[in-house]
């Protein structure tokens, strides 16, 4: 009798032991290999790229002014630069620019050198400030007056305007659709080509983005004297959101 219940009692927990390793098998080892598997290249795969695109109008204009002033006297080149950047800002925020939309980007005193032969030395003979402002401009309607109206109140320097999307992630997205669409299109006409199934994606990689159109480059320099200047013609134009995408299929 006693043998008996020994016997049952080793079947039982004999049978839980393999329950208990038939349960770990299917719920934890099997998981794990299948991830460890797909964690490896598939053997046979295709990698294509494609390119999205699209076109869209500008919605945000930058550019930047500066004030160059020299002189002998540092503290008097200074005084008068500041006077007029300061005049120049309060210009630029009255055109409706709000104040987080300039920035001051650049300050710099430096002295001006000449060598003389005779004594084969450098002398400072002078001093040379410039203050540079950045502007960002929404409503492209007030940039030409803006721009028109900042030589006469002394600016002697504005730099080249470039043109740009303020959030083009929506426009991304489109673009990124576009480009998978033909990424996939031409993987599985070259797969159907050589005989062979698309499989599932092993591999995303994507590549580029907006680029600011540029207006114009390089600087412009001018002489504020006063009157009135006819304001530039401003054409922002349109810019290409371009998106590439490189893709690798793995062949069934």
Do not use: H
């Amino acid at each position: 009798m006693e043998i008996d219940k020994v016997k049952n009692y080793f079947w039982t927990v004999f049978t839980l032991l393999l329950a208990g390793l038939f349960l770990n098998l299917v719920f934890f080892v099997m998981p794990m290999l299948q991830k460890l598997g797909d964690s490896f290249m598939p053997v046979r795969t295709i990698t294509v790229s494609a390119e999205g695109k699209t076109t869209v109008a500008p919605d945000l204009a930058q550019f930047s002014f500066s004030v160059v002033t020299r002189g002998g006297d540092p503290s008097q080149i200074v005084d008068e630069n500041n006077k007029k950047v300061s005049v120049a800002i309060e210009f630029v925020k009255s055109q409706g620019i709000e104040a987080k939309d300039i920035k001051t980007s650049g300050y710099n005193l430096s002295p001006e050198y000449q060598y003389d032969d005779k004594l084969r030395r450098s002398f400072i003979v002078g001093y040379t400030i410039t203050q540079s402002v950045n502007v960002k401009v929404r409503d492209f309607n007030k940039l030409p007056k803006i721009l028109s109206g900042l030589t006469p109140v002394g600016i002697n320097q504005i730099s080249g305007i470039s043109f740009s999307v303020e959030d083009p992630e929506k426009f991304m997205r489109e673009a990124r659709k576009i480009a998978f669409e033909r990424a996939k299109a031409k993987a599985q006409s070259m797969a159907s080509q050589n005989g062979v199934g698309l499989g599932k994606v092993v591999n995303i990689n994507e590549f580029g983005g907006p680029t600011p159109i540029p207006y114009f480059r390089g600087v412009a320099a001018f002489e504020g004297k006063g009157g009135d200047i006819a304001p530039p013609t401003i054409e922002p134009g349109t810019e290409e959101i371009t998106v590439q995408v490189s893709v690798t299929y793995a062949l069934r």
